[in-house]
């Protein structure tokens, strides 16, 4: 690859993470070409060089967003062992998914934040994407509950998009001060594991059993 091709790819990434900072920010609405070229310490004009209008770009940030998303999670589960329990490969795409939103990428924060506000044709295309993520979730959990570590009453579409959503909501309202991302995980990973887990309705059943011998 050239210099030239080398400047070039650099300044599109550039444009790109200023972009899906910027949308952040200030959401869809209002995000604009002049602060998204500013902040890539670009002339406005030369952004058109590389994307043919603002809703071209903001596409690509969403796409992208959910691509490393995608890939971040997939990296943390391949990366386990392969006897990991199923509540521990859940509990660790948790905790992938919340340091992409909280901690590495404006990317995945833009998607989480903007998601419901683009425009149709923003929005089929990134559902594709989106599409192969949550495929990546109903695997996990259809493995967790196959082991019999799920309660079977659970609703496992209902799961999922209940653990998706919140994870995503988390960039909504968190920040430094109101707590680490350390404790978002734990506490994440807590109410998530103990929400599906059929353990504890056998040790409830154990104790209760128990306390009624004692009784006797």
């Known amino acids: 690859m050239s210099i030239k091709q080398n400047r070039s790819n650099a300044t599109r990434e550039r444009i790109l993470a200023a972009a899906a900072l910027v949308l952040t920010r200030k959401g869809y609405a209002g995000t604009r070409l002049v602060d998204i070229a500013e902040l ?3 002339r406005a004009p030369a952004v058109y060089y590389y994307f043919e209008s603002r809703d071209e770009l903001v596409a690509e940030v969403m796409v992208v967003g959910q691509q490393r998303l995608r890939d971040h999670v997939s990296a943390a589960l391949d990366a386990l062992p392969p006897e990991t329990p199923a509540l521990e490969r859940i509990c660790t795409a948790i905790e992938a998914h919340l340091r992409v939103e909280l901690e590495l990428s404006d990317f995945a924060t833009a998607v989480s934040r903007n998601s419901g506000q683009v425009p149709p044709d923003i929005r089929t295309e990134l559902a594709r994407e989106s599409a192969e993520y949550h495929a990546l979730w109903r695997s996990l959990l259809s493995e967790a509950q196959d082991d019999g570590v799920i309660r079977p009453d659970v609703d496992l579409r209902a799961a999922r998009m209940l653990i998706i959503g919140a994870l ?7 920040n ?16 998530i594991r103990h929400g599906l887990d059929a353990a504890p309705t056998l040790v409830s059943l154990i104790d209760r059993r128990s306390r009624c011998l004692e009784s006797k």
């Open 40 to 42: 890539a310490q670009l």
């Open 176 to 191: 430094s001060s109101r707590g680490s991302v350390d404790s978002v995980v734990a506490t994440a990973q807590s109410m």
């Open 168 to 174: 995503n909501w988390a960039p909504e309202w968190w």
